[in-house]
């Protein structure tokens, strides 16, 4: 079902506690008269083991949101929760720790390292991780076992995207968040990475937030979030979780 909200509110949220926990986030860059509003009074939880969907269009500020709550950006105003962590609060080297020890990312480019073979580019995460899986362990995972050895450039864009969530998801993080990984691939490739996604998030129980300007793909979610100009417009609750199988764009 869809629920009009709004700006910046959140429904639909899942009963568990929240994982993040975020309260009038603003972001705005600038200033004076060429200020931009990136990101304007959003609330914003995620919960243990939830996927979520995060859908607009280039502008609305799906990537800021995503980098706010990876540690990776610092927002303007309000305040933002990891368990009983106040991020907000924290230094450059706290946030560098928070990234390390609880949040993987994967992007829309996967940024492996060409001279580096896929076992050895998941290496690269393993080695400064707390409890990590093995390089190998985690390749098994997103469907590669027969490519450990192979380097990028012996690999499609799938399976390089598959090697960039083996990575992601190699030093077991709480959490997982996605900007647009399928929005170099073809439908079929995507599927696919959507499907490991969809595999990871059910195998690990990693919380999972994508940011896509996909529709279709809302269906995997638990939930969906809508945003346009910096605010979260509408949630749309999922009765079911879609297969991957079942999107098509």
Known sequence: ???????GQEVGSPAAPPIIEARGLTKTYGAGDVE???LRHVDFTLAAGEFVV?????GSGKSTLLNILGGLDVPTAGSLRFRDLDLTGMDGDE????????????????NLIPSLTARENVALVTDIATDPMSASEALELVGLEARLDHFPSQLSGGEQQRVAIARAV??????????EPTGALDVETGRLVLEVLDQVN???????????HNVAIGLLGDRVVHMSSGEIVETTVN??????????W
Do not use: W
């Open 170 to 179: 190699a030093k077991q993080p709480d959490i997982l968040l996605c900007d």
């Open 1 to 7: 079902m869809s629920i009009p909200v709004g700006p």
């Open 202 to 212: 059910r195998a690990t129980g990693a919380t999972t937030a994508v940011i896509t």
């Open 54 to 58: 995060i859908l607009g269009p280039s």
């Open 239 to 248: 009765a079911e979780r879609a297969s991957a199988a079942e999107v098509h």
């Open 95 to 110: 946030l560098t720790n928070y990234r390390r020890r609880h949040v993987g990312f994967v992007f829309q480019f996967y």
């Open 36 to 38: 931009v509003h990136a």
